[in-house]
């Protein structure tokens, strides 16, 4: 068992915040904080009845720096802009890391990450699932491995209230294919498919996504030649296995120097 942290986590009444708190105190850490948006009802209730767990001291804060007080390692599945503003507190605090799983950001606010990591230890994934990542890791030596001339397309599915598309774990998978091909996703992403034109382009990655329901997260990576085609794919069963993976990074990246790190480092792959 990992040393026990002291753990805040933005957006905990939410249904991940909940998950990441019985995550946490199931691995033996303290949520010493947490936050939620302006107004939100749930603000000043205690994190023990939130999450309904006798063994939690912290309360529900409304503010970044009380929710902070005291953690070593912020986590966050919010949205970009509240994920940001966090960000901007810790690399003010000093000394606390930050494990980021927020999806949809820009490339301007990939840049602002990126820079924060100067001053700040992060690990940030598009999932934490450790099957995902080891999907990663294959799709990568399969597109290493297979060549231009097979065709790849991810298709991914979520429940109907996920926000951005593609999800963060279909581009994530997306950039593992361009890295086996030794390039960058932005150069072989292909637009999607719609209207007269729609043929698809040689050495192309192509995206679809489909919301339906209460479907946790499944994505497929599926590779095509003329002969043969080739899948991957991972199906989430539960959203539990993203809470523990986000406390497994937390208790890595506690003390680390800063820097942008991934699953991939935490996990060893």
Known sequence: MAQSLNLAINGIAGRMGRQLVHAAVARGHCVSGGKEADRSPDIGRTIADLAGLGAVSGTVSGRI????AGAGVWIDFTVPEATLDALVCVARQGGVAMVIG???????????????????????????????????????????????DWDIEISETHHRHKQDAPSGTALMLGAAAAQGRGQP??????????????????????????????????????????????????????????????IRAAEWVAGRPAGLYSMSDVLGL
């Open 102 to 148: 927020t999806t949809g950001f820009s490339p301007e606010q990939e840049t602002q990450i990126a820079r924060a990591a100067d001053q700040v230890a992060i690990v940030k994934a598009g999932n934490f699932s450790l099957g995902v990542n080891l999907l990663q890791g294959l799709v990568r030596q399969a597109a290493a491995a297979l060549g231009d």
């Open 185 to 246: 996703l932005e150069r072989l992403r292909a637009a999607p498919y719609d209207g007269p034109a729609a043929a698809r382009q040689a050495g192309q990655i192509g995206f679809s996504v489909q919301r339906l329901g209460g479907v946790i997260g499944e994505h497929d990576v599926r590779f095509g030649a003329p002969q043969e085609v080739v899948s991957l794919s991972h199906t989430a069963l539960d959203r539990s296995v993203f809470a523990h993976g986000a």
């Open 65 to 68: 720096e009380d929710a902070l």
